[in-house]
T-cell receptor, first 114, second 110 residues
């Protein structure tokens, strides 16, 4: 099992450019999440998907869109990148059928917006 | 919304020393989780706590779910160089969305 995989690992964008961050999990989990991590602020939830076909906003959704393509894949799109979106982005998945909503994280995408 | 306050923000210790860090919440949590993040990697789950008062160990790591359900601590005994990293507490309340603390950065001097 690869767990949670993310592509790309690094990306540099110019202000106003668009891009999509890809995430896939092979653990048959129902729920998937996108976080951003900024220095000194921990991880903040951008969007999540409790199950295939559903998505909901998290703490910091502005400037982002998501697509739950199927049970395995959950993508995050920046339509018009801004320098404030420079961050490390993590995808996670969990199976709420377990005893707790324990989340497993991918390796992250390091995004710089110039 | 729910918030977690994690302390200390950073620690500088000698190899072999014990480490203690904690998290407090403004509201009751149903689950407490402790993660470790190595440089350039995603967080990895260390310990999960499901009941108030629960004390759980994972090797040299011990964590407890506070009886008030508003706090948790993590202890690391006899630290070694590979313990270096950022430790995050996280918890879920009724909404089932995970809330993270700000992290504790651990540095170890050999």
């Amino acid at each position: 099992n690869a767990g949670v995989t993310q592509t790309p690992k690094f990306q540099v964008l110019k202000t106003g450019q668009s891009m999509t961050l890809q995430c896939a999990q092979d653990m048959n989990h129902n729920s998937m999440y996108w976080y951003r991590q900024d220095p000194g602020m921990g991880l903040r939830l951008i969007y999540y998907s409790a199950s295939e076909g559903t998505t909901d906003k998290g703490e910091v959704p502005n400037g982002y869109n998501v697509s739950r393509l199927n049970k395995r894949e959950f993508s995050l799109r920046l339509e018009s990148a801004a320098p404030s979106q420079t961050s490390v982005y993590f995808c996670a998945s969990s199976d709420p059928r377990g005893p707790t909503d324990t989340q497993y994280f991918g390796p992250g995408t390091r995004l710089t917006v110039l | 919304g729910q918030q977690l306050n994690q302390s200390p923000q950073s620690m500088f210790i000698q190899e072999g020393e014990d480490v203690s860090m904690n998290c407090t919440s403004s509201s009751i949590f149903n689950t407490w989780l402790w993660y470790k993040q190595d440089p350039g990697e995603g967080p990895v789950l260390l310990i999960a706590l499901y009941k108030a008062g629960e004390l759980t160990s994972n090797g040299r790591l011990t964590a407890q779910f506070g009886i008030t359900r508003k706090d948790s601590f993590l202890n690391i005994s006899a630290s070694i160089p590979s313990d270096v990293g950022i430790y995050f507490c996280a918890g879920t309340g009724g909404a089932q969305k995970l809330v993270f603390g700000q992290g504790t950065r651990l540095t170890i001097n050999p």
